[in-house]
């Protein structure tokens, strides 16, 4: 494609320039030509992708098309909002790779709204767990091109915690499972699951 859209613009400017239009003229031109064939196929690619999703189940449900485009991340927050309060406060992991999503603070606040949403560090800082009805993201984070291949990157959070309870979001089988203890960031890794923070 980067090919054929560089050939179309070379092509352009040489009629141009054959037919004694103005040099510049002939480069702006075929500069807006090169442009726009680069979007219109960005476009119709992002069409067909969308038209084939829709032919494929045209009835699908919202909750069906979200959980398409966002698998996992949509699933769990859905039941990140059934397991806590709407005045409660969600620690999310830090906002870099790999927890691309779940890491965006108002990406994950755009589905847990009216909870408070709270971006922390890579080691999460006593003080903000000292906070009352205060819950914690358990995230492994996605791979992608840019994210790292080191798997001790992944898992957030990093340290203990000290826990009312803990769950265990499994998004694949759709089931949650609940342990009454603390969060062990050794054992407790998993793709999506919640803490719920302890207070003395």
């Known amino acids: 494609p980067f090919t054929f859209q560089f050939f179309v613009a070379l092509l352009w ?9 103005n040099f510049a003229k002939s480069i702006l031109i075929a500069g807006l030509i090169y ?19 829709i032919a494929s189940d045209p009835f699908a449900t919202y909750a069906q098309k979200m959980t398409k485009v966002y698998p996992g991340f949509y699933p769990a927050m859905q039941e990140i909002k059934l397991l806590t309060s709407p005045d409660s406060i969600i620690i999310i992991p830090p906002p870099a790779s790999p927890w691309d999503i779940e890491g965006n603070q ?8 009216p909870r408070t ?4 560090q890579l080691e999460i ?6 906070r009352k009805n205060t819950y914690v ?6 791979m992608s091109i840019f994210s790292s291949y080191n798997i001790y990157e992944y898992h957030w959070p990093k340290n203990p915690i000290t826990a009312s309870q803990i769950w265990e979001i499994d998004t694949v089988n759709q089931k949650i499972i609940n342990y009454h203890r603390d969060y062990n960031p050794t ?13 003395e």
């Open 125 to 130: 800082s006593p003080d903000i767990l000292n």
């Open 35 to 53: 442009v726009g064939v680069d979007g219109v196929g960005r476009t119709l690619g992002i069409a067909y992708k969308g038209l084939r999703d």
């Open 137 to 142: 993201l358990i995230s492994k984070g996605k």
């Open 106 to 113: 108002a990406m994950v606040n755009y589905f847990l709204y």
């Open 187 to 199: 054992t407790d890794i998993w793709e999506w699951g919640l803490i719920e923070v302890k207070h």
């Open 117 to 120: 949403v709270v971006n922390s």
């Open 13 to 21: 400017f040489h009629t141009l320039y054959i037919r004694k239009v």
